[in-house]
């Protein structure tokens, strides 16, 4: 079997090369530059150190190494796609974008395409039923990343490996520094890579400016202070408003009027809802449902966390709407809602929350 593997030089995907090894593959190793130059300056991932690292395993377990520049596709895709999400106050979610349309996207189409299967140090697992491939949940439920991969489609879902699906972040750990890897002490990547080392603030601020606003008690009306454009800002927000006597919760924002409306407390309802709608849903394997009538036991995830939500799912129109069995926090329009099967094993897909 033909394999290529994506690797970053994180201890993830590195062991993802020796267990292929191991195995008895021989991958064909690619570092995808993702970096890019805009009119502003230029913005790069820590790929330095990385592409060292990346070489080093390449030549550790003899694998014809290829470093690849997707860095125009990114800048179209997912940077761009960011700045105008939060340009038009919505929660932005850059990784998963990353994920459909570059890693197994752009580069499917431009590499991907000559190998039978791609393989990552992604936490996730497929699984073979009625002779089609399903995303599936990883051992370790604490680094399991189906939630970022819950954007991919079929074609893209039938192609993938995840060799250390299997494993516990503990067990990855144990089995790098058996084989002497560099990378088996390096701690795990935080943020959006786009930014390398620049503040997400200072991105926004390149492209979006400032522009001061009215920060508002939601409950009494009162001007509490001033933001400096609600940009800045997302729904649930606590940390970085700036007032005393918090906590302060982000509940609201009027985009027209460059407003944000906050709430007060340690647990104010107003931040904490049941409901949460979709758009644009899109499952990843196939409908399971068919004509869809009756409501449907699921679980499913708001963003990347260890724990899943029980809901009841239904369709409205072309809305699939999600009643939540409890209270969730910082229901955001523009982040993604992920469904699961209700035993929490597959992925089924994912939709845009919608106000």
């Not at 995907?13 to 593959?25: N, P, Q, R, T, Y």
């Not at 051992?139 to 516990?168: A, C, E, H, W």
């Not at 089995?175 to 200072?202: H, T, V, W």
């Amino acid at each position: 079997m033909n394999i290529a593997a994506l690797v970053s030089g994180g201890v993830d995907s590195s062991v993802c090369v020796h267990l292929l090894k191991e195995a008895g593959f021989e991958p064909t190793i690619f570092y995808i530059r993702i970096g890019m130059e805009d009119k502003n300056g230029y913005i790069d991932c820590p790929s330095e150190e990385d592409i060292e690292i990346t070489t080093y395993i390449a030549k550790k377990y003899g694998c014809r190494m290829e470093i690849v520049s997707l860095q125009d596709e990114y800048w179209e895709n997912v940077v761009s796609y960011t700045i105008e999400a939060v340009r038009r106050g919505l929660t932005p979610n850059p990784d998963m974008m990353c994920n459909k349309l570059i890693k197994f996207g752009a580069f499917e189409r431009k590499w991907g395409k000559d190998f039978d299967k791609i393989a990552t140090g992604h936490y996730a697992t497929t699984t073979e039923l009625s002779g089609k491939t399903w995303l599936s949940t990883a051992k370790d439920k604490v680094k399991d990343q189906t939630y970022f991969l819950g954007q991919i489609n079929y074609l893209q879902i039938s192609r993938l490996m995840f060799p250390i699906g299997n494993l516990l972040k503990s067990e990855v750990r144990t089995i790098a520094r058996n084989a002497k890897l560099p990378s088996a002490e390096r701690k795990d990547s935080q943020g959006i890579c786009f930014l390398g080392k620049i503040n997400y603030n200072d991105f926004i601020r390149r492209y979006l400016g400032e522009q001061k606003g009215k920060i508002i008690e939601l409950e009494t009306g009162k001007i509490l202070g001033e933001h400096k454009g609600y940009w800045f800002h997302t729904i649930g927000q606590r940390k970085g408003l700036g007032l005393s006597g918090g906590p302060w919760f982000v509940v609201k924002k009027m985009m027209d009027e460059n407003i944000l409306y906050v709430s007060h407390g340690y647990d104010p309802a107003t931040q904490y809802g049941k409901i949460v709608n979709l758009g644009a849903f899109e499952f990843i394997t196939e409908d399971v449902w068919g004509d869809f009538i009756d409501e449907k036991d699921i679980l499913f995830k708001i963003r990347h966390t260890p724990e899943f939500i029980r809901g009841k799912l239904k369709k409205i129109n072309d809305i699939y709407r999600i009643e939540s069995s409890k209270r969730i926090q910082g229901i955001a329009a523009g982040q993604f809602g992920v469904i699961y099967d209700s035993d929490g094993n597959l992925c089924l897909g994912s939709g845009i929350i919608i106000d």
